[in-house]
T-cell receptor, first 115, second 112 residues
Framework: GAVVSQHPSWVICKSGTSVKIECRSL??????MFWYRQFPKKSLMLMAT?????????EQGVEKDKFLINHASLTLSTLTVTSAHPEDSSFYIC???????????FGSGTRLTVV | LAKTTQPISMDSYEGQEVNITCSHN???????ITWYQQFPSQGPRFIIQ???TKVTNEVASLFIPADRKSSTLSLPRVSLSDTAVYYC?????????????FGSGTKLNVKP
């Protein structure tokens, strides 16, 4: 089946630094990917829609300059958390739809801890 | 986008059948109902999808009444490993890469 690989699975960084999270579709092309964040014991919250070859569209309240999304190829989308602060600590998850498929496949998630 | 409502949590015992109901009163004609399972610190995993009546696969069944305003995920003979959060989503098809939003989900706790 379709596989979405997300890397790294966890990362710890210092306040003020930037962190890049990668989301790859391994055996299919994904023109659109989605990024979510999830706080402990809470549901997934959609952050943005990543479109290959064009700018990402962000949900209301999500800072686009804070969370930079790049979708440079049909198999890779990246989320960069810029100038990270402790409040950015969260679980970030990406997903992609398989063309012709009937569902969305999710990555395994990235646990970001900002200290 | 159709909003979904599910019970926040449910308890069950090993070997029992578990039914989780989801309400989606504003479902549109081209919307499909999809259920995902999520374990802690993992991404959601697809369980089952349906449009109407009944769908069954190797892990679950999905029951959808004629008005499609609700759906019930049925897990037969649950085990401890089925302890997870279950999300009901309503997504339009053809997908056209529609974005979708997660509801609160149902935390299923399976006890020995």
């Amino acid at each position: 089946g379709a596989v979405v690989s997300q890397h790294p699975s966890w990362v710890i960084c210092k306040s003020g630094t930037s962190v890049k999270i990668e989301c790859r579709s391994l055996d299919f092309q994904a023109t659109t990917m989605f990024w979510y964040r999830q706080f402990p014991k809470k549901s997934l919250m959609l952050m943005a829609t990543s479109n290959e070859g064009s700018k990402a569209t962000y949900e209301q309240g999500v800072e686009k300059d804070k969370f930079l999304i790049n979708h440079a190829s049909l198999t890779l989308s990246t989320l960069t958390v810029t100038s990270a602060h402790p409040e950015d600590s969260s679980f970030y998850i990406c997903s992609a739809h398989t063309t012709g498929g009937s569902d969305y496949t999710f990555g395994s998630g990235t646990r970001l801890t900002v200290v | 986008l159709a909003k979904t409502t599910q019970p926040i949590s449910m308890d069950s015992y090993e070997g029992q059948e578990v039914n989780i109901t989801c309400s989606h009163n504003n479902i549109a004609t081209n919307d499909y109902i999809t259920w995902y399972q999520q374990f802690p610190s993992q991404g959601p995993r697809f369980i089952i999808q349906g449009y109407k009546t009944k769908v069954t696969n190797e892990v679950a069944s999905l029951f959808i009444p004629a008005d499609r305003k609700s759906s019930t995920l049925s897990l037969p003979r649950v085990s401890l490993s089925d302890t997870a959060v279950y999300y009901c989503l309503v997504v339009g098809r053809p997908h056209n890469f529609n974005k979708f939003y997660f509801g609160s989900g149902t935390k299923l706790n399976v006890k020995p």
